[in-house]
């Protein structure tokens, strides 16, 4: 019996992966990264690594990102784990002073089936780690509000938002790294966003990225100043 459900676990397990080989879509990106030069004699360049928050930022305010050395990764849909394996190509690999890291609401949505909030944390350390040993300053950013997701109705995302926000903020804080918070400077009286920051609850409007766009620039300037 056991040696049935092994072989069965491994028929799913590649069946899977027939499925869909490039699981963390490390191809997404692959042609615009082999056209990034090596950073500029004093450019302080950073990534933005994320999910479809991250995603859709540049098209929803592409004037932010223009003229300035900044890096848009976020992959819709992306759970932390898919975000730890492009992390090499998508980040380390560019070079960059900074990498903005905004991760966990997929990972709560359940994208990839249930989660332990433990392990998204652990795939949030991996990436800050792997950062750090490669000289990249580190902002963690919370996760931002979310009241319900439109495609997973059963779920309360509300006290797991926060239990993680308080993970990561703690973390941060003991090394050295900065913590952007987001959810304080957008979260209503429901635990939510609101219609104007974010129209589904979850992904912000123009007006919502006009709220983090300052939120973000200061906590790039306190990474690049701090000892990490």
Known sequence: MKNSIILLFLLVTVAAEAQNPDWPNIKRFEQANSKVPSP?????????????????????DSTFFAGKPYYDRGISGQTTGQMLVRFREDVINLKPAVVVILAGINDIAENNGPSKLEDVMGNIISMAELAKVNHIKVVLSSVLPAAAFPWRPSIDPKPKVKALNDMMKE???????????????MVDENQGLPKNLAKDGVHPTLEGYKIMEPLVEKAIAEALKAKQ
């Open 171 to 185: 973390y941060a804080q003991k090394n050295n790294f900065v913590y952007l918070d987001y959810f304080t400077a």
């Open 40 to 60: 500029a004699k004093g450019e302080k360049r950073v990534v933005y690594m994320g999910d479809s928050l991250t995603d859709f930022w540049i098209n929803k």
